[in-house]
């Protein structure tokens, strides 16, 4: 096949495409959205599921039924899957599962740098990292032999660089893939109680079958391709260099001649390649990105290793860095330069939501979307952003303790795909748990899932292709929870009506939601043609259509 | 190892990513290694932008280290000193006012123009270039672009710098 530039996530589709992936699933997340849409585009079947939870319970469902699946989600997203995730490990998989964490160093678009390799230690998974898309490619058959040979999840780690970098990939480069695709099993169900029914008598054997394939799994990654040592070369030979991920890449650049030690199996690690290894150079240094896990695995197992200072654990890392941890120098950073921040687009719906908010100084619990761009100046009206859905309770904290004056000021405001991912439940909580005060939730709906790209949700109505479902309704959802007061309200419409809304609602004790709609100006365009699309296919098909969509009149679709 | 190192720069929207697409594109087209960096998210809404495109015979890393860029081509005129300390000494900076705007078929035309600019310098073929762009741009714009970019190609020409 020809050469194709491609970005990590692509090769990953591109990958599942040729693999024979039954169905790819996951939740919107820089850096992991593109994967599930080059996959649809590619033709593979993909759909967003309402959350990452969800999804890793759906892909582990389609394993049981011997398929392969393939899983993505950002990094905090897996924090949300990971309930499924550790038992998952206990029980197992029929097909193969491939579960891309998608790591955020630096945090280019993320709320932490939390390090995922920690979660193939503690959930006990295997972990494979490649470096660019070329081994975003072919490493993915790895996992999926690897899943399928020890029947378990594969955790598939990338990081942004790897993810949004695009490289050469040339598919041939691991044979021919057809083959591979026709090698997949056919779904079908098998009984198997004791390995899938988590009772404590089923699981503590399952524990024990676990932690035995993880020694197979060692072994196994002692000599197999995933890890393999580069030899050095000329004067630079003394000097060993134990990397994975992108990391290997800038070590490489910055250490010509350098031997080195490149893992792409980061769990289980090969504990005795990587001994030999330090024992034939003379110095050998840690390069990875976030926390020092290889080098902390390394030396805990006795392995003589330098880690780098400790200043290198914040941020990505580059070549210039790479230089300086080789350098020993921990001196201060040239400090990267300052451009212009982002900011909510000059046309967003949500510039009055923002500044009736600072206006009558609101403590707003906010949350996680472009929308959080309220907090910058002009308006800087945006107390707290934590955790998808954590403004619904983190808000009802606040009110259940603040004196009455300043709960009556205490404000949730989340955005619609973040309120289906794990807002309701924080209304669940509301209505069972009023403060005395009542409280006050804003549910900024535009449509879309504005801040990762656009993509849909079930409050859209439309699937990951932009064909027509059914459309959650959000006010629907509020009342039947049981809040007192829904509204819904177009703030760009009506400023001024948003204004005594949002007064009336604050003053009075009880529990209200407001719902904020305007379709996202970017995406205004794009939802008019495919709400159109929608409509000709129900004329021209209706016996197609397998129920009633609901038609939501609410949702102004008005030129911006 | 011969590595040409481009940064682009510029704000949100104004095609910075665009024009990396097309630049790595048209390296591949040559048939060179390359590879292209950039972050996504955030930096959408308005922001800053910088995209790195590296080619060659073997490019290793993705980014371009700091202070080693061959060329810095630059979208907006209020990056130029942000990102200045990313070109080497020597380098090579395409600034935005290298295009007069008044001339320019279509202003969202200004990436492909400054492409074009950058094209004296780099040892790809221009019919490379304007591949790429035909290949990333819908029908309808190409004649505009086509038309940008031999704009940015004259005026880079003459400048008494060209090689």
Known sequence: MDRQLLSGDEAVALAALHAGVALGTGYPGTPSTEILEAFDALGGRAQWAPNEKVALEVGLGAAFGNARVLVTMKHVGLNVAADPLFTAAYTGVSGALIVVTADDPGMASSQNEQDNRRYAIAAGLPMIEPSDSQEAYDLFFTAIEMSERWKLPVLYRMTTRVCHSKSVVTPAARGDAAPEAARKPAPHFEHDINARVMIPANARPAHRRLRAKLVEIAAWGEECALNRVEPGSGSAADLGIVTSGVSYLHAAEAAPGAAILKIGLVNPLPLEKARAFAAAHARTVVIEEGDPVIADSLRAAGVAVESRPDIYRFGELDVPRVRRILAGDASPEPAAPLGKPPELCPACPYHAVYATLQKHDCIVAGDIGCYTLGVLPPYRAMDTCVAMGASIGVGLGLRHVLPPEEARRVVSIIGDSTFVHSGISGLVEMAYNPPPTGHVVIVLDNGTTAMTGQQEHPGTGRRLDHGPTARLSIEGVASAIGIESVTVIDPYADPDGFESLLLERLAAPELSVIVARRPCVLAAADIRKWEQQAAEFRARAPEQVAYDLPVDQDLPMGDQ | ?163
């Open chain 2, 1 to 163: 190892m011969s590595v040409t190192n481009v940064v682009l720069a510029g704000l949100g929207g104004q095609g910075v990513i665009k024009a990396s697409d097309i630049l790595a594109d048209a390296a591949l087209r040559a048939g060179l290694d390359v590879k292209k960096s950039e972050l996504h998210g955030m930096s959408q809404r308005g922001g800053s932008v910088t995209s790195d495109v590296r080619f060659g015979e073997r490019v290793l890393s993705p980014m371009v280290p700091r202070g080693e860029a061959d060329y810095l081509v630059v979208l907006a005129d209020s990056e130029v000193e942000v990102t200045r300390p990313l070109l080497r000494p020597g380098g090579v900076l395409l600034a935005p006012d290298l295009i007069a705007d008044a001339d320019l078929p279509n202003k969202r035309s200004l990436n492909v123009a400054l492409l074009g600019a950058l094209s004296r310098y780099l040892d790809l073929p221009p019919e490379a270039m304007l591949d790429a762009m035909r290949a990333a741009l819908p029908e309808r714009l190409h004649a505009v672009n086509e038309r940008a970019f031999e704009m940015g190609r004259k005026v880079a020409a003459a400048d008494g710098t060209i090689p």
